[in-house]
């Protein structure tokens, strides 16, 4: 507002400076308003950003002639004359307040502490002071992929849901809890990196590369989960079609069946089972068969002309398809286990 006022001639640089400034301490209520109800993380970034921006208005005030005057020498017209104070302001409280960066973020903890509950999601199991022993960190690294597959399991679980409920919160926990995928993934490598690896047994570095294989598919699934059946979540609740009764259980069955075959890949891993590896295989081969049959069954729909069908056909059959890249991943896991085996 204040630069269109500019660009007509009815502000001058003397009555912006002030606005400006109190502007910037008005970004401070959005910031309040976002951080209600929100988790200690939100908070502390809500409390630095209205610190930073009230400190710097106060630090300011008392030169504003002198910054006025500096601002005059940066360009010959008010508009930019505004636009550069405002970019100046903020550059200048970033460059004052960075060498204090550490300390002000210990005073916002002690501020608003983490209360009970609300601890830090990060790593339960990756203990530094096994490392020089590869069979307890292996266990170890094992214990904490296996954490990593229940928030998976969870999400892709939950993931039918929101398609028959609509849930738009749902929907978001389930697009936040692949944060914490992504994170386990990266720590659970970072772990294996650590290992001492010149003590590790052909059987151990069997297994370290199991564990990165295994949480690698995981993290695919879970983006899998989270970038593409999430989207045509977002995508069926905006534009607002339903699928038809048949079609929605056909995709329900499907899912259903994915999930099984999900769950007996986590016993696989967690077992190094062979045969039930095996199970995973020939479930690959009966989900393949599965998905054609019901990508037939949507399309003789659409030569029915049924409504639904037609108003749904992308998001169906883009589900359809997600779901069999998720057992694709699920069937990978099966990969090295076999190999271990000798088959």
Request: some cysteine; aromatic content about 6%.
């Amino acid at each position: 507002m204040v630069l269109a006022l500019s660009l007509q001639d009815l502000m001058t640089l003397n009555v912006a400076i002030p606005i400006i400034l109190g502007a910037n301490i008005g970004t401070c209520a959005a910031a309040i308003v976002t951080s209600m109800g929100a988790n200690v993380e939100a908070r502390q970034v809500a409390a630095a950003h209205i610190f930073f921006k009230v400190l710097g208005v106060i630090i300011f005030f008392p030169f504003i002639g002198l910054f006025r005057y500096i601002i005059e020498y940066t360009a010959s017209d008010i508009p930019r004359q505004i636009a550069n104070a405002h970019t100046m302001f903020n550059v200048a409280i970033a460059v004052m307040f960075l060498p204090f960066a550490d300390p002000l973020a210990n005073l916002i903890r002690k501020m608003i502490p983490e209360g009970e509950g609300e601890e830090r999601f990060g790593p339960k199991y990756l203990d530094p002071h096994v490392l020089n022993t590869p069979a307890l960190a292996l266990g170890q690294a094992t214990r904490e992929a296996l954490r990593m597959s229940d928030i998976v399991q969870w999400m892709l679980r939950e993931s039918i849901s929101v398609f028959q409920t609509n849930n738009r919160d749902l929907l978001y926990k389930i697009e936040q809890r692949d944060d914490e995928v992504d994170l386990l993934d990266r720590e659970i490598k970072l772990y294996l990196t650590r290992i001492a690896q010149t003590t590790l047994t052909p059987a151990e570095s069997k297994r370290e590369f199991e564990i990165i294989a295994f949480t690698s598919n995981m993290e695919n699934i879970g983006d899998i989960i989270d970038k593409n059946l999430m989207e045509l979540a977002k995508k069926k609740i905006t534009s607002g079609v339903s699928f038809s009764d048949e079609g929605m259980k056909e995709i329900v069955d499907f899912h259903q069946k994915v999930v099984e075959n999900f769950d007996i890949s986590i016993s696989a891993f967690a077992s190094r089972n062979k045969d039930l590896a095996h199970t995973i295989l020939r479930h690959k081969v009966h989900l393949g068969e599965m998905e054609r049959d019901l990508r037939q069954a949507h399309i003789n729909r659409l030569h029915m002309g049924l409504q639904e069908a037609i108003d749904t056909s992308a998001i169906h059959l883009d589900i359809l398809s997600n779901l069999k890249r998720i057992n694709s991943h699920i069937t990978n896991i099966s990969y090295p286990i076999l190999e271990e085996n000798g088959e």
